[in-house]
Each structure stands twice: as structure tokens, then as C-alpha cells.
């Protein structure tokens, strides 16, 4: 049997009233995230290959993408190259300032060239065939589909990990009113949950971070 200190007990005891008190609410959703959060649990890495390497993130949007979003997969791809500089132990993420440069300075498109050009041994490719952010013309509703590839250069331009993450909606059960907020602040919300969707496959991970996603997008 296990004993738990007084501060243990009163945590247990505090979680417990709160349980009573949203199922008396019927939230039973709400009552399992509180659970797992109490106990506590983390998902692995889906692909743990991205520790000291020198990684250089690449965005490729969708051709239909409209100007006013033009800068999305610029944006998706610096947040992501941030998140796994904080999370990825060892990791040397090329700063998104070097490719920016290399892409202003190059007709090139091809992303071997440009991990050639600034050093890296691998390179996280983001292939965006879909990004809208507008469901009708007073909703917001971000919707992406995703593939997400890690190409090993190291041996040859080979594959080493590579997922579908598919379509990706935000909020995903509901729409946000157009009063709410900006275009502008909704657009960095869908953002950061995209690239957080995308990052944490290279790095252990809260299991239910994804429950509290859509009351985020009316906060």
C-alpha cells in the first residue's frame, strides 16, 4: 500500500472534490485530462533521430496559397525550428535568418541545396497542401494538411522518418467569430498549433496537451 505525506493527501483529497464536483456537472471528459494529469503521462518521440544533428527546417506551402498568408510557411518553419531547439537535446537548428537569406539570394528551390549551403546534415521538410484559415466569411477556422519528412543527407538523401499528419483543424469541433479576434492573431494560434503538432514527434510529449486546444482558440 502506498502512503502518501500531508502534502500528498491534501493534493489527493483536492483532486478528488474537484472530480465530484464536475461529475455532479456531468464533464467526464474534462474529469479524464484531470486524472491523467494528476498521475501524470508522456508520449515518446515518434522519431528520436534529430539529436546532435544541425537540422534545417524547410516550409513548402501550397501553390494556391493566398498573398495575404504568403508568410505562413515561413513562420510554421521558424516556430517549429524553435520548439525542437528547446526540446531535442543535442540538437543544432540552422538559424531561420541563414535560409531566409540563401532563398532570397538563390533561384534555387531545392532543399539539398540549401542544407549544403548552410551546413546541416538534415533537413525536417514540411510539405503544406492545405492551409486556409476562414470558414465562411465571419468564422475563423484554421484547416492544414500535413506531411512531415526527415531526410538523412548524412546518406544520401535518404528518408529517414516520414508521416502524414493529415488534416489538422483548429479549433476542431467549433468556429471562432470573427469579432472575437484579428485575422492576424488567429493566424499565429493556427500557427503555433501547427508547428507544435509537428515538432513534438521528435520529443517526449504531454499525451493530452491536444484537450485543451479549442477553448484555447476563443481565449
Not at 524553435?82 to 540538437?91: F, M, P
Not at 528551390?109 to 486556409?132: N, W
Request: charge should be negative.
Amino acid at each position: 500500500m502506498v502512503r502518501l505525506g500531508p502534502m500528498g493527501r491534501r493534493g489527493l483529497v483536492s483532486l478528488l472534490l474537484t472530480v465530484s464536483a464536475v461529475l455532479a456537472a456531468g464533464c467526464h471528459r474534462i474529469v479524464a485530462t484531470a486524472v491523467y494529469a494528476w498521475k501524470g503521462s508522456s508520449e515518446p518521440a515518434a522519431f528520436s533521430g534529430l539529436q546532435d544533428r544541425r537540422v534545417v527546417v524547410v516550409c513548402r506551402p501550397p501553390s494556391s496559397l493566398e498573398y495575404r498568408h504568403a508568410g505562413a510557411a515561413r513562420d510554421l518553419a521558424r516556430r517549429t525550428g524553435s520548439l525542437l531547439a528547446s526540446h531535442v537535446k543535442g540538437i543544432d537548428v540552422v538559424n531561420p535568418v541563414d535560409v531566409e537569406d540563401w532563398a532570397d539570394q538563390s533561384d534555387a528551390d531545392d532543399f539539398r541545396e540549401l542544407a549544403k549551403a548552410v551546413g546541416a546534415d538534415t533537413v525536417v521538410f514540411i510539405e503544406l497542401s492545405e492551409f486556409r484559415l476562414q470558414n465562411g466569411q465571419t468564422l475563423y477556422q484554421g484547416n492544414a494538411d500535413v506531411t512531415v519528412t526527415v531526410h538523412d543527407l548524412r546518406d544520401g538523401d535518404r528518408i529517414a522518418w516520414e508521416k502524414p499528419l493529415g488534416q489538422i483543424l483548429f479549433p476542431e469541433h467549433s468556429s471562432v467569430p470573427a469579432q472575437e479576434k484579428t485575422l492576424a492573431h488567429f493566424r499565429s494560434q493556427f500557427i503555433e498549433v501547427l508547428a507544435e503538432r509537428i515538432a513534438r514527434n521528435f520529443y517526449p510529449h504531454d499525451l493530452h496537451y491536444d484537450f485543451a486546444i479549442d477553448a484555447a482558440a476563443h481565449g
